[in-house]
Nanobody, 122 residues
Framework: QVSLVESGGGLVQAGGSLRLSCVAS????????VYWYRQAPGNQRELVAV???????NYADSVKGRFSISRDNAKNTVYLQMNSLKPEDTAVYLC????????????????WGQGTQVTVSS
């Protein structure tokens, strides 16, 4: 059994910062790529950032230069540092990880967290 839990969301004024965490737990053999998505009411889910197993990162154009994704493999945790937040960053942020479980090391599965709400006031 593998689970993902996001945390760190909240209410912040425009220009402020938040750091989101995504913690994977359970019978994990390895964590491959990890993605942060966001979804605002009435909008499609948007890919915000991705980090590879080796730590290479890519970002959506809308967050480049403001957001930074990182990982701590020893803690099975991925972070999303969000700076210079804007009202349009308001959304539920979801973590998606590609994981090889201990019980089936030769295969990978996609796991999702429940999301954490980020609200940026103007």
């Amino acid at each position: 059994q593998v689970s993902l839990v996001e945390s760190g969301g909240g209410l912040v004024q425009a220009g402020g910062s938040l750091r989101l965490s995504c913690v994977a737990s359970g019978s994990i053999f390895s964590i491959k790529s990890v993605y942060w998505y966001r979804q605002a009411p009435g909008n499609q889910r948007e890919l915000v950032a991705v980090i590879s197993e080796r730590g290479s990162a890519n970002y959506a154009d809308s967050v480049k230069g403001r957001f930074s994704i990182s990982r701590d493999n020893a803690k099975n945790t991925v972070y999303l540092q969000m700076n210079s937040l804007k009202p349009e960053d308001t959304a539920v942020y979801l973590c998606n990880a590609i994981i090889a479980p201990v019980t089936d090391r030769s295969r990978t599965y996609s796991y999702w967290g429940q999301g954490t709400q980020v609200t940026v006031s103007s």
